[in-house]
Structures are given as C-alpha cells and as structure tokens.
C-alpha cells in the first residue's frame, strides 16, 4: 500500500508554514504576469518607440507613458519585463519536467537494479558532478550552439545529478520494505513494482527537488543568457536584458537594477516555497 | 586511515578517465575546423591544411587521437592555445593564483560572517532576529551574482566612487611576480622599498568587491549550515549538562556547542570548491578579473580548443580530488565515523 503523502493535513500544515507561503504569493504573481503579460501592456515587447531612448521609469514620452522607463532602444521595459516573465518560467518548467523525467527515470533504474547498471549510472552522476555547474552548461551550449532550447537542455543536464541521486536514495530505502516484498510474492513485475508500488513512495522529496530545481533552472539559464549563449535577442529574457543594458550602468541604473531583481524575485520565490514544502513533508518534523 | 585514503584514491580512476573522454569527446562535437583556425579560414594552401592537420595529429582515428591526448597529459603536456600560441599549463598555472586569491578571500568574506550569523540565528531560534537573518540568507542563496556584482559596482563604485570597477590592482604599479598572489607580493621588500604600501591597499581594494559578489552564495550556505547544525547539537544532552553545570550560555555556545557543529560545516565548506569556480566565472567576467574563469570563457568564445579542453579536465580532475580529500579529513576530524 502506497502511503498517501500529500493529504488535507499536508495543506492544512503548509497554510501555517508562512515562508512557503510567501513563496507561493511570489510565483502566482509572476504566473499572473507571464499568463496575462499581452493584456496588461499596451506595447510589444520588441516595439521600438522612437525619441523615447533610455527614458527614466514614470516618465513620458509625447502622448506615451512609461511605468518603468524604457531601454537603449525605445523599448517599454515594463513590457519586457513580463514578457520576460513568460520565458523564465517557461524556461524553469521545462528545465524541471526533463530532469525529473530523465533523472527520476535513471535514479528509479539505479536503485532498483543493483550491479554494473547502478553502478555505470552512478558514475556517470560522479563525472557530471565533477563539472562545475556553469562551467558544463557553457560548454553544452557551445556544442549545440547559443539559443534558448539548448540552454534548457544544457540547464537540464546540469540538474540531472541530484534528481538520480535523490531517487536512487529513496528507492534504495523503499525497496526494502514490505510492501514491496508483498508484492513481489505475487508475483508483480518489475515494472509494476518500480512504477506503480514504489515511485508514488518517492513523490516527496522529489515536489521538493524540483521546486528547488525550478530556481536552479531559471537562474542558470539567466546566467547563460547574460554571458550570451542562452536566448538570443530580441527575446526579452532577463538574463540578456542585463548583459544589453551594463553599458548604461551609469546613466541609466534602473535598466540594470530591475531585470536582475526580477530573477531575484523570482528564484526566491521558489527557494522559499521549495524550504518550505521540506519542512511539510518531512515527517521527521510532524508532531 | 592510509588504507582508506588509498582505496578512495584507486576508486576515482574511473570517474577520472570518464572526465578526460568528456572533455576530449565534447571537445570534437564544437562545430568549426580547429585547423582552419590556426591557419586562416580564407586562402588556405591545401598543402600547408594538411601538414598542419598531420602535425597536430588530426589525420588519425579518433580513438587514437584519444591516446595520444592521454600519453601527452601523462608528460604534462596539455597542448597550445591556438590564440596565444602558449602551453595550456603555462596559461592555467600562470592565471590560477588569480582566482585561487579571489577564491579564497571570498570563502574567508562567507565564513567570518556565515558562522556568526549562523550561531545567532540558532541560539535565538524564532526571534523575529532568526526570521530576519534567514530570510536574508535564503535571500543571499537566491542570488543571481552576475547581477549583484553590476549593483556592488553601480552602489560603491558609481555612486560612491570608493573601489575601483575592475581589475587587481591599479596599472600604474609594477609588480614583480613571485607567487602571483598580489597580496603576498606587494608586501616584498623590493616593492615596499619602492612604493611602500601603496600596492597592497590597491590590491586589497580591488579584491573587495569581487570577494563580496563571489562569497554572497557560500556566505547563505554557511548560514544556514551553521544554524541547522548547532539547533542539532543545542538539543543535545551535554548541553543541558554543561548548563546544569552553571557555565555561561556564551561559553557553552562557543565551547561546546559551536565545536561539534563545526563538522559539517567544515565538509560543506570543502565541498563548495566547485562553487567557488562556478562562481569564478561569472565574477570573473562582470569584474575583469584575469583569472580561469575569464580565461575559459574567452576560449569558449574564440574556439580555443585545447585551452577548453585543458580547462576542464584540470579543473574537474582538482574537484574530484578535493571531494576526496574533505571525505577523508571528515573522518579524521569525526572519530564517530572510524571503524
């Protein structure tokens, strides 16, 4: 029997938990934003409104208003900004599905069988572990060339390691059990066993990996971005909204300040949800 | 103890040899000719293409290319930079001390204020101060550093006008290399004959910032490692015993608590090497620092070959052994774990 780990309760716990709530009121704003970034703008995000360069935020320009200034170009930057939004949770989703698919796939193969299988997918974890995070995600992208899909994949790969050691450990733990041996004495397949009996055993800690690897995945990706091998321009993802706009450090400082507190926000946002989701759901600190 | 650091050395060949075929195998995918490279993309002769393809062992199989790459690591021989037409261990040797003094005063930035922040938070476990510091470390954790490097310099550089924006120290001093450590260097006698110590306050100055930027994400770590490993040990019975025994709580913070908690966070802090360069590399770019990670970027940038290459197998092969040696030390400093 499978235990049922996300129950009333668990809400019930986490409502009092008040980081993860902070966390929870930061990406819905966001998710707000990048949901409905079309309608809350009356500019595209690659409009070039001329005369209006490098305007201060609240200024105006003519009969044009600007909430939060515009860029080297004559580009609104509140527009950018949340259309940005858009492509950093984009970028976070996408980045959390592939590794915990991939990761959670070779860690559930790692842990349940042992031998030379478990033993070649460890060891590639230890080489991939031995490249420094940025470090591999660069030279990724510098085979597969710049460009926003690849800096997920790249993002990705980088992030496999902690997924497959994190569910190798819980299966390894899981395995062992009853149930499982229950199971196994009718006859159950290995498949039936490692999917159906023992993964819904392994959710917790991996809601709170990939809520972890959602900041991970987004800060990464701006990383890549502001060194100029994540998305390309035009696009307004915040990391190269940064790297365009050091030139007018001096200037035009809100031009730098506001993308990079964004990708603050934001990867905070997903650090306190994902703290807080471990302390729900770790049952040595229920009472 | 010998024995266990033996057979942990023996069980990293593994991980060692599959790093050497990732960074030479990843190498090879990089679109581009890296013999067109070296001889000029436009106009080169047929002849002179293939003599250089030959020299540089390009015409054989791959695999064999492999084991000629690895016999010539064996020497000490990394290659040549195609740009700088330099050794690549010449180039790595003659820019590490740059990052390592970088690396190092950032880790020294994060552990001065990590740990006292730690203790505090731990020591007044949900005050409003606890909240407060935690939040201010998960804050520091979530860092984009590329950015809190341009706001360091935009607040204390533009603004205040009191640390210099790049660089390690200012051009017009001549510094003589010895170590490579501009702190250690400025302070030898032919320099402060000279100059005084003028130098070393330029160097110290140029370090401030980058240190700061570099150290904001270990500094969180440590804070938060500090503060869970002492609530661990606070809960302990020789603490209720040492306060039973009237000793001052600060005494018992510091002398009983804090020293067991140090373990942990001895290992996390040893296992950040891989973060320090991480962090190197986008430091390094904002500060136009002339250290690895600058140097490795460029290289991506220009298709230097052999210096990514070089790069990378130095630079994981020293965080394996790293790893292995804080596994080690953590026994040696935790007698609980030796058999």
Same mark, same amino acid.
């Given at each position: 029997?499978?235990?049922?780990?996300?129950?009333?309760?668990?809400?019930?716990? &986490?409502?009092?938990?008040?980081?993860?709530?902070?966390?929870?009121?930061?990406?819905?704003?966001? &998710?707000? @934003?990048?949901?409905?970034?079309?309608?809350?703008?009356?500019?595209?995000?690659?409009?070039?409104?001329?005369?209006? !360069?490098?305007?201060?935020?609240?200024?105006?320009?003519?009969?044009?208003?600007?909430?939060?200034?515009?860029?080297?170009?004559?580009?609104?930057?509140?527009?950018?900004?949340?259309?940005?939004?858009?492509?950093? !949770?984009?970028?976070?989703?996408?980045?959390?599905?592939?590794?915990?698919?991939?990761?959670?796939?070779?860690? @559930?193969?790692?842990?349940?069988?042992?031998?030379?299988?478990?033993?070649?997918?460890?060891?590639?974890?230890?080489?991939?572990?031995?490249?420094?995070?940025?470090?591999?995600?660069?030279?990724?992208?510098?085979?597969?060339?710049?460009?926003?899909?690849?800096?997920?994949?790249?993002?990705?790969?980088?992030?496999?390691?902690?997924?497959?050691?994190?569910?190798?450990?819980?299966?390894?733990?899981?395995?062992?059990?009853?149930?499982?041996?229950?199971?196994?004495?009718?006859?159950?397949?290995?498949?039936?066993?490692?999917?159906?009996?023992?993964?819904?055993?392994?959710?917790?800690?991996?809601?709170?990996?990939?809520? &972890?690897?959602?900041?991970?995945?987004?800060?990464?990706?701006?990383?890549?971005?502001?060194?100029?091998?994540?998305?390309?321009?035009?696009?307004?993802?915040?990391?190269?909204?940064?790297?365009?706009?050091?030139?007018?450090?001096?200037?035009?400082?809100?031009?730098?300040?506001?993308?990079?507190?964004?990708?603050?926000?934001?990867?905070?946002?997903?650090?306190?949800?994902?703290?807080? &989701?471990?302390?729900?759901?770790?049952?040595?600190?229920?009472? | 103890?010998?024995?266990?650091?033996?057979?942990? $050395?023996?069980?990293?060949?593994?991980?060692?040899?599959?790093?050497?075929?990732?960074?030479?195998?990843?190498?090879?995918?990089?679109?581009?000719?890296?013999?067109?490279?070296?001889?000029?993309?436009?106009?080169?002769?047929?002849?002179?293409? $293939?003599?250089?393809?030959?020299?540089?062992?390009?015409?054989?199989?791959?695999?064999?290319?492999?084991?000629?790459?690895?016999?010539?690591?064996?020497?000490?021989?990394?290659?040549?930079?195609?740009?700088?037409?330099?050794?690549?261990?010449?180039?790595?040797?003659?820019?590490?001390?740059?990052?390592?003094?970088?690396?190092?005063?950032?880790?020294?930035?994060?552990?001065?204020?990590?740990?006292?922040?730690?203790?505090?938070?731990?020591?007044?476990?949900?005050?409003?101060?606890?909240?407060?510091?935690?939040?201010?470390?998960?804050?520091? #954790?979530?860092?984009?550093?590329?950015?809190?490097?341009?706001?360091?310099?935009?607040?204390?550089?533009?603004?205040?006008?009191?640390?210099?924006?790049?660089?390690?120290?200012?051009? *017009? #001093?001549?510094?003589?290399?010895?170590?490579?450590?501009?702190?250690?260097?400025?302070?030898?006698?032919?320099?402060?004959?000279?100059?005084?110590? $003028?130098?070393?306050?330029?160097?110290?100055?140029?370090?401030?910032?980058?240190?700061?930027?570099?150290?904001?994400?270990?500094?969180?770590?440590?804070?938060?490692?500090?503060?869970?490993?002492?609530?661990?040990?606070?809960?302990?019975?020789?603490?209720?015993?040492?306060?039973?025994?009237?000793?001052?709580?600060?005494? *018992?913070?510091?002398?009983?608590?804090?020293?067991?908690?140090?373990?942990? *966070?001895?290992?996390?802090?040893?296992? $950040?090497?891989?973060?320090?360069?991480?962090?190197?590399?986008?430091?390094?770019?904002?500060?136009?620092?002339?250290?690895?990670?600058?140097?490795?970027?460029?290289?991506?940038?220009?298709?230097?070959?052999?210096?990514?290459?070089?790069?990378?197998?130095?630079?994981?092969?020293?965080?394996?052994?790293?790893?292995?040696?804080?596994?080690?030390?953590?026994?040696?400093?935790?007698?609980?774990?030796?058999?």
């Amino acid at each position: 029997m499978a235990i049922k780990i996300i129950d009333k309760d668990f809400f019930n716990r &986490l409502k009092k938990n008040k980081g993860s709530m902070a966390g929870l009121f930061i990406i819905t704003f966001f &998710l707000f @934003l990048a949901i409905f970034a079309p309608f809350l703008s009356p500019y595209n995000f690659d409009q070039i409104n001329e005369g209006a !360069l490098r305007l201060a935020p609240f200024s105006s320009h003519g009969e044009l208003s600007f909430l939060l200034g515009t860029d080297d170009l004559g580009r609104d930057l509140f527009t950018r900004l949340i259309f940005g939004a858009r492509i950093s !949770l984009f970028i976070g989703f996408a980045v959390v599905i592939l590794s915990v698919t991939v990761g959670g796939l070779l860690g @559930l193969i790692a842990g349940y069988y042992e031998g030379y299988i478990e033993r070649t997918i460890m060891r590639f974890v230890d080489i991939l572990m031995a490249f420094p995070s940025i470090l591999l995600a660069i030279v990724v992208v510098s085979v597969m060339g710049p460009g926003l899909l690849n800096a997920i994949v790249a993002v990705s790969v980088v992030s496999l390691p902690s997924f497959i050691r994190l569910v190798r450990a819980s299966v390894l733990i899981e395995k062992s059990k009853e149930y499982v041996q229950a199971s196994r004495s009718f006859g159950a397949s290995d498949f039936r066993i490692m999917f159906i009996e023992i993964l819904p055993n392994c959710i917790a800690p991996m809601i709170v990996q990939a809520t &972890l690897g959602f900041s991970d995945g987004i800060l990464n990706a701006a990383a890549l971005g502001f060194l100029g091998l994540g998305a390309q321009p035009p696009t307004p993802e915040w990391g190269i909204m940064l790297a365009d706009s050091r030139a007018y450090i001096e200037g035009s400082p809100w031009l730098v300040t506001l993308p990079g507190l964004c990708i603050l926000i934001c990867v905070l946002g997903f650090n306190l949800l994902g703290d807080g &989701l471990r302390d729900t759901l770790d049952p040595k600190l229920r009472k | 103890m010998l024995t266990h650091f033996l057979k942990k $050395m023996l069980s990293l060949i593994p991980t060692l040899v599959g790093i050497s075929i990732i960074s030479f195998f990843l190498i090879r995918l990089i679109p581009g000719d890296p013999v067109l490279l070296l001889v000029g993309e436009r106009g080169a002769d047929p002849e002179v293409y $293939m003599q250089m393809k030959k020299n540089l062992g390009l015409d054989l199989p791959i695999y064999q290319q492999y084991f000629h790459y690895i016999g010539n690591v064996f020497q000490g021989d990394l290659g040549t930079s195609i740009v700088s037409k330099r050794a690549v261990t010449e180039e790595f040797f003659g820019r590490f001390p740059a990052t390592l003094e970088l690396g190092v005063c950032a880790m020294v930035f994060a552990i001065l204020i990590g740990i006292p922040l730690g203790v505090i938070a731990a020591v007044k476990r949900n005050s409003p101060l606890d909240y407060i510091l935690m939040g201010t470390s998960l804050t520091g #954790y979530s860092m984009p550093i590329f950015w809190w490097g341009l706001i360091l310099i935009l607040i204390f550089s533009v603004q205040l006008g009191i640390t210099p924006v790049s660089g390690r120290i200012d051009v *017009i #001093y001549d510094i003589p290399h010895l170590t490579g450590f501009y702190l250690i260097d400025t302070l030898s006698p032919t320099v402060i004959n000279e100059e005084g110590l $003028m130098p070393f306050f330029s160097a110290l100055k140029h370090l401030i910032l980058p240190s700061i930027a570099m150290g904001t994400i270990p500094l969180a770590i440590t804070a938060r490692m500090t503060r869970s490993s002492m609530l661990e040990v606070l809960g302990e019975d020789f603490i209720r015993t040492a306060k039973a025994k009237g000793l001052s709580s600060t005494q *018992i913070v510091i002398h009983h608590a804090l020293r067991n908690a140090l373990i942990p *966070i001895v290992t996390v802090i040893g296992l $950040m090497f891989g973060s320090i360069i991480t962090g190197a590399i986008l430091t390094e770019t904002i500060f136009s620092w002339p250290g690895i990670g600058k140097w490795l970027v460029a290289s991506i940038t220009s298709r230097d070959y052999p210096v990514i290459q070089g790069g990378l197998l130095f630079i994981a092969s020293m965080i394996v052994f790293i790893n292995a040696l804080v596994d080690t030390l953590y026994l040696l400093i935790n007698p609980k774990l030796r058999q």
